[in-house]
């Protein structure tokens, strides 16, 4: 009887978005895996989001939380895409019925940056001066720096890394300075045009829910990925952005939420959180903590919950409510 060749194994196919910093995280997590199985071959497949595809509208207009994933879980469930490396950030709360978020890296700096426009002389927020213009079309970063901050300005500002850069140095541009993650900018090599680095005691910024983390998503129920995918996994890292993603999921109920949020761990075992929940105008804000022991995920949606209480019972409920009145009605 004639031996059949077992057929060469296919190469495990990495999906992720097409800009640089994507591709960056994507070759990161392909290099990592090669070396548990340096056996198998890798490709990455970049594809265009919604969200890259529309430069235009303000995020929290744009009606959809999924459109940065959208497109890559489409050919992850068609079989196209083994996994899909996202920002942890970007990745909705809920994700389709048919994925699964494997797996959380070690997660690099959570906290949001300043740059400031090449050549200009202010090296904080608190030396800005009156009207300086500040590029973000994040309503998270405008509602928080608004509240403590007045006197400063906004105008959108979108597109990649690079773009945002561009747009801010440009002498002829009317940014004065930018808001970017650290982790982002840092990836792709720009960490040196960081002028302060920006939490709640430095500027009065909260992060983003998962900034700084990345999300390893797999169809549901793949087995195989998800050993391989859990070997990269950090526990502490997923414990708290499970903790922090939690605690939006309790609370967005429909809309994208100005919530800023901290997660420490401040002994072997116990997480601290805060957060703050801010009008869009800066001119109401809610603040609570948390703090307890996590051994698990089930652990760490609890206090998730437990914060977004805190935080309704502090006003937060009243803000929120607000904001989806008055968003505008999509086109
Ligand atoms: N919303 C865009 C986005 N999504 C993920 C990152 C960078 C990586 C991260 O912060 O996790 C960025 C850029 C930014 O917010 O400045």
């Not at 919604?50 to 207009?61: C, H, I, N, S």
């Not at 075992?269 to 307890?292: K, Y």
């Not at 998730?304 to 999509?330: C, H, S």
Request: hydrophobic share 40%; proline share 5%; with cysteine.
């Amino acid at each position: 009887m004639a031996t059949v060749p077992t057929p060469p194994e296919t190469p495990i196919r990495i999906g992720t978005r097409r800009s640089n910093l994507a591709v960056v995280q994507a070759e990161g997590i392909r290099d990592r895996l090669q070396k548990i199985e340096p056996h198998r071959s890798f490709e990455i497949v970049t594809l265009r989001t919604l969200g890259d595809r529309d430069k235009t509208t303000a995020l929290y207009e744009m009606g959809v939380k999924n459109l940065w994933t959208f497109e890559l879980e489409e050919k992850l469930v068609s079989g196209e895409l083994d996994l899909v490396v996202h920002c942890l950030k970007d990745m909705p709360t809920a994700l389709p019925e048919t994925c699964e978020l494997a797996s959380i890296p070690p997660r690099d700096d959570p906290r949001d940056a300043l740059i400031v426009k090449a050549g200009l002389p202010y090296a904080s927020l608190s030396t800005l001066p009156d009207g300086a213009v500040i590029g973000t079309s994040s309503v998270r970063r405008s509602a928080q720096l608004r509240r403590l901050y007045p006197h400063l300005n906004f105008a959108n500002l979108r597109g990649n890394v690079e773009t945002r850069l561009a747009k801010v140095d440009d002498p002829n541009s009317e940014y004065t300075c930018m808001i970017m993650s650290t982790a982002g900018l840092q990836r792709v090599g720009l960490g040196h045009r960081i002028n302060q680095y920006l939490q709640s005691s430095n500027g009065g910024m909260y992060h983003a829910v998962g900034q700084g983390a990345l999300g390893l998503e797999m169809r549901k129920g793949d087995a195989q990925m998800h050993a391989l995918l859990n070997q990269l996994a950090d526990r502490r890292s997923t414990l708290a952005c499970l903790a922090e993603r939690s605690l939006l999921r309790t609370l967005e109920g429909g809309c994208s939420v100005p919530i800023g949020v901290e997660t420490e761990w401040v002994e072997t075992d116990t997480l601290h959180m805060r957060s703050i929940v801010v009008s869009l105008d800066g001119a109401q804000s809610a603040e609570a903590q948390v703090e307890a022991k996590l051994e698990n995920a089930e652990e760490a949606e609890v206090l998730g919950q437990e914060l977004a209480a805190k935080l309704v019972e502090a006003g937060a409920q009243t803000i929120l409510d607000a904001i989806i009145v008055n968003r505008p009605a999509k086109e």
